[in-house]
């Protein structure tokens, strides 16, 4: 595999930094001069590595996808085949599994702007389905009584309260709020015992 190039690298911390300021700021107030003040470089740069406004957004957007490509794939990989329902719900509230809650917070951004960004809309929607879609292969594992429909407002609740604590993180929120997110979780997965 080639070595990366200052120009990847330099793309790669661009990119950060507006992650970084869309998360802090929206993706309207991730203004040019605040992502080249968070990157460290001068404005024209921003261009020379990641081209235009809508050429960076396009490239947030892919980032922010594949992030979370690559957490389902992960969630697949551990959870799809084996291991229980509650070391899901233990995975996705582990408070530190590294996990970066700016990629929630710009996705959450993006989802906002894709009415008027062509052909975003699909693709976050796409990220979504696919997430939902293992833990739904998970509960479905797990119980195989339950009926789909009450299967699929489980994986959707859990999802839900796994993305909520990361969404409120802006504003600081109590550990506590975790921990009721957590057991919120765990007890929609209880209705789901009398089916297994």
């Not at 809508?54 to 690559?70: G, K, P, S, W, Y």
Request: hydrophobic content about 45%; charged content about 25%; glycine content about 6%.
């Amino acid at each position: 595999m080639p070595r990366p190039t200052l120009k990847d690298q330099r793309s790669a911390e661009i990119l950060d930094a507006y992650l970084t300021c869309v998360a802090r700021f929206g993706l309207e107030g991730a203004t040019q001069e605040r992502i080249a003040a968070e990157a460290g470089v001068k404005r024209p740069l921003l261009r020379h590595y990641l081209g235009n406004r809508d050429d960076m957004t396009a490239a947030l957007a892919d980032h922010v996808i594949n992030a979370f490509a690559e957490v389902t794939e992960a969630v697949s990989v551990q959870f799809g085949s084996q291991g229980e329902p509650s070391e899901l719900i233990d995975a996705l509230f582990d408070d530190g599994h590294g996990h970066d809650p700016r990629l929630m917070l710009a996705w959450q951004a993006l989802a906002t702007a894709a009415e008027r960004i062509p052909d975003l809309g699909p693709k976050l929607t796409q990220s979504y389905a696919d997430f939902l879609a293992v833990i739904e292969g998970v509960l479905a594992r797990a119980y195989p009584s339950a009926p789909p429909e009450r299967i699929r407002a489980v994986a959707h609740g859990v999802t839900a309260c796994a993305q909520n604590i990361d969404a409120l993180v802006p504003i600081s929120p109590p550990d506590q709020w975790r921990d009721d997110l957590k057991a919120a979780a765990l007890a929609l997965l209880a209705s789901l015992e009398g089916d297994a």
